[in-house]
């Protein structure tokens, strides 16, 4: 599967500059929250600010605050790896720093997605989704990587790009919490 500008995940993940790569990471942790955090939408929405000013001071102190609201138990088994995500985010606005986190976060988040999935997580398919090739992908998984290309496709615009890109997230986040939600009736 290939973006708009027909470069696949990976491919634009090593395009994408330090306001992109941080959006980028930002935006898969942002659509995973409902696995950390019933109620912590609006935790990340300061780093989303220093994101779109691209203030790495306002950055760090944002993603420090961010963890503090979100230090209660996970709600679900891989919130978890979602709060280790945002600790691990760089303080400082390095590309190579941001684009090691950037790729962290999105192989997290499609291995969440692809868990959730009725279709069940191959060996391999998240690596082989982010290289372009998403076949047997199920839904969620697939929803989720167009979701990061988007991202990134926007983010590319500049910041005016931003607003797309936390729009998505919130599309993405109220994807998973319905699943999670559906889940855990039906468990």
Not at 33 to 53: H, N, S, Y
Not at 144 to 162: C, F, H, I, S, Y
Request: glycine share 10%; with cysteine.
């Amino acid at each position: 599967m290939t973006s708009e500008t027909g470069r696949n995940l990976r491919e634009q993940t090593e395009g994408a500059d330090e306001r992109g790569l941080a959006a980028a990471g930002l935006a898969c942790l942002d659509r995973c929250l409902p696995l950390l955090a019933a109620d912590g939408a609006d935790a990340l929405r300061p780093a989303w600010a220093a994101v779109a000013r691209a203030d790495s001071a306002a950055w760090a102190e944002a993603l420090d605050k961010a963890l503090a609201a979100l230090s209660g138990p996970a709600a679900e088994p891989a919130g978890a790896a979602v709060r280790d995500l945002l600790a691990a985010a760089p303080r400082a606005w390095t590309a190579p720093a941001l684009r090691a986190w950037a790729a962290d976060c999105s192989a997290a988040a499609l291995g969440a997605h692809g868990r959730y999935d009725p279709a069940g997580l191959p060996d391999g398919l998240v690596e082989r989704c982010r290289a372009g090739v998403p076949d047997g992908a199920g839904p969620l998984l697939a929803g989720e990587l167009r979701r990061q290309q988007a991202v990134l496709d926007a983010v590319a615009l500049g910041p005016t790009g931003l607003r797309r890109a936390r729009e998505l997230s919130v599309e993405g986040g109220r994807v998973l919490r319905a699943v999670v939600s559906r889940r855990a009736r039906t468990a």
